[in-house]
């Protein structure tokens, strides 16, 4: 259910009432009996989860990117191993 913002225009009071959209608005005020007026108000708005961040849906150029980079990264440790094993045994 939403939650609409009201002001009264007697007592300039804000308040919050949780109602369905297909209910009518308040008329009055329940403090004063004054009437009062729906605001606009910004929207609840939470974030839950994955995939609410610019780089959670990167680009086909940045996937692109990213992939080459992992291989890149994946071919060393294969290749690093070997000549870092040969100079090893050459030290020894």
């Known amino acids: 259910m939403p939650t609409y913002e009201y002001q009264c225009d007697r007592c300039h009071r804000t308040f919050e009432a949780r ?6 608005p308040l008329e009055q005020c329940e403090t ?11 929207t609840q708005f939470i974030l839950k989860g994955d ?6 849906y990167p680009s ?3 996937k692109r990117a ?3 980079e992992k291989k890149s990264a994946a071919a060393p440790t294969s ?11 050459s030290s020894a």
């Open 19 to 24: 109602q369905r959209i297909t209910d009518a």
């Open 32 to 42: 004063c009996g004054g009437p009062v007026r729906r605001l606009l108000a910004p």
């Open 51 to 56: 995939g609410f961040y610019v780089n959670d």
């Open 60 to 62: 086909e150029s940045k």
């Open 66 to 68: 990213l992939d080459a």
């Open 79 to 89: 290749e690093g191993s070997t000549p870092s094993s040969s100079s090893d045994s």
